[in-house]
């Protein structure tokens, strides 16, 4: 099976964000970026699909030079083979579009997304990809087997799980949940040396449309101070009459 | 031209957000004076659309709908939006109006802006804004094609009750066979889930085991809310992970957020911070959250919590 997972080169979950050129571009001064936790999920979850089905996995991101690092931590945690395909990842129509191409050059089966990227929260790539390969697609996923090209999912719904069926070739957007916390590898030195020398393939974009423009960030307003309770009874007359939420 | 928007409903009804969306699609409507026309399916009772401003209702009852194919719904929604001539298709972000909304997009060949929380900012060019970097900043994004597709953030915009003559249509477009099969649902009946709830009970690692969880579930029940944790708890078995909120978990963005022996670290808040008022009850008063709260409670959540299930049993009694 040849599996391919995307990964989305974001800021690290701690950062401060900025913005620069009058609010229309994100600070990244000072900012360390790294591997979309939702992807960081998948890549995990694909190396039991390397180890115990003998999957080829091949790690994928749409971005600039700077991404590199994250596919090298990608190939590092175990990956065989990375491709980045130089462009700048602004829309995602355009960035599903650049992901179809290698899919169909690469003949993957199984593409493993992430829910969102945590840095414009899109949630749109994994399955716009899926709509332009005409590939079966489920998202929310929190558990995967795949049976020879049977696939079945476990997907998160409100209040509880769902079970599906379907096969290969499909695209899963999956979330926490599909590995256990304590799974997530950190990369060893052996892994780091190895990945030195594993193919990480360069390509340049296809033709595609950018549908949307990111124009310019705003900050949510300041907010006012904490109101500082000191008993419940005081607590529940300022949520009954003053905040009106009970 | 019109504006279509997809109401979603669950076992006969509509959802809250399904009402919300039909809100937002009717001002948006009168913002470009144009029509609109709320695409449902299965249910019987569309008063409830009329009542928040749906001039024209399709009723989906093709066979392909009883699956659970987002393709299939997809294609279900491009249907409609073709028949209406649809110049923008609003969906709502539920995990099925998530699951929906960017396959119907690219369907569409129309641009996509997700967790919008306003009506646009312009028309033309068509200007939406929209959440970011987990709730750390907005974005204000333009759609550039002739087609749009918005997913609109929950409980951003409100419901504005809009009473209109509307006419109600059947419509069952030819659909194809889903590939995508459900086998099992596991659901926990009876509760609030943290997508529907106006309030929400969340506690952190301050309960110190999977053992002291009574008090807070009195809590969620007097207050009718839905029970929510932080990360760790979730990682340590303490609770099941579909409590987890934060930026790895679920969004809450609720009325009221009630945190427990939560620090309020960033990624817990970039999941919390869009609900409307935050209640934090915690021993340590430099704990983060409380630069995120409204209101706080500095103290011992085994001494504060049941005291405040009994006042409000009290205060529920008095006041219905
Ligand atoms: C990539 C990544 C993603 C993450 N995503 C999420 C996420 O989605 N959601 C999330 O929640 N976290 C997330 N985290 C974890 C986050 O960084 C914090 O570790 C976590 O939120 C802390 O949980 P907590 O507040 O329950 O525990 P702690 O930080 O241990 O806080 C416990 C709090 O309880 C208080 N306390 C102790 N005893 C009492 C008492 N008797 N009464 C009242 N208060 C008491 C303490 O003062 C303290 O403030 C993520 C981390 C990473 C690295
Ligand atoms: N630039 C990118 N390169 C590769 N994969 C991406 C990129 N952007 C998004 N993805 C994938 O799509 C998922 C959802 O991202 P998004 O739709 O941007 O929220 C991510 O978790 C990744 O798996």
Known sequence: MKVLVCISNVPDTTSKINFTENDTKFDTNGVQFVINPHDEYTLTRAMWFKEKQGASITVVTIGNQSSEATLRKALAIGADDAIRVNAEATDGYFVAQQLAEVVKNGGYELVLAGRESIDYNGGMVPGMLASILDYNFVNAVIGIEVIDSKVVVSREIDGGKEIMESSLPMVLGAQKGIVQETELRIPNMRGIMMARKKPLTVVEPVEAEEMTVAQNFEKPEAKSACKIVESVDELIDLLHNEAKVI | ?320
């Not at chain 2, 009852?61 to 699956?67: A, C, H, V």
């Not at chain 2, 073709?82 to 969906?91: F, G, M, P, S, T």
């Not at chain 2, 078995?237 to 978990?249: D, K």
Request: net charge negative; with cysteine.
């Open chain 2, 1 to 320: 031209m019109s504006i279509l928007v997809f109401a979603e409903s669950s076992e006969g009804k509509f959802k809250k957000v399904a009402l919300e969306v039909t809100s937002y699609g009717k001002k948006l409507a009168e913002q470009m004076q144009t029509n609109l026309v709320v695409v449902t399916a299965f249910v019987e009772d569309t008063t409830p659309l009329a009542k928040y401003g749906a001039g024209k209702i399709l009723i989906g009852n093709s066979d392909g709908l009883k699956t659970s194919d987002a393709m299939v719904y997809a294609d279900f929604l491009v249907a409609a939006a073709n028949q209406e001539n649809a110049d923008v298709v609003i969906i709502d972000s539920s995990v099925n109006g998530v699951f929906v909304a960017p396959l119907v997009a690219a369907k569409l060949q129309a641009g996509y802006a997700s967790n919008v929380v306003a009506l646009p900012n312009s028309l033309s060019p068509f200007v939406v804004k929209r959440k970011a970097f987990s709730n750390k900043a907005f974005n204000n994004t333009e759609i550039k094609t002739a087609t749009k597709v918005i997913g609109l953030a929950k409980n951003s915009f409100g419901l504005f009750e809009n009473p209109t003559e509307s006419s109600v249509e059947t419509f069952s477009p030819d659909l194809p066979d889903g590939r995508v099969n459900r086998t099992s649902v596991e659901t926990a009946s009876g509760i609030v889930t943290i997508a529907d709830a106006d309030i929400i009970v969340s506690a952190g690692r301050g309960l110190k085991s999977g053992d002291n969880w009574g008090m807070v579930e009195d809590l969620v029940e007097v207050l009718g809310a839905a029970i929510a944790c932080s990360k760790p708890v979730s990682d340590l078995g303490w609770r099941s992970h579909t409590e987890h909120v934060g930026q790895t978990g679920k969004q809450a963005s609720s009325n009221l957020y009630i945190a427990i022996g939560i620090s309020g670290a960033i990624q817990h808040l970039a999941g919390v911070n869009s609900s409307k008022v935050k209640v934090v009850i915690n021993t340590d008063a430099e704990a983060p959250f409380f630069k995120s709260a409204e209101y706080g409670m500095i103290g011992d959540a085994f001494e504060i919590v049941p005291k405040l299930v009994d006042k409000l049993r009290t205060f529920k009694a008095e006041n219905g």
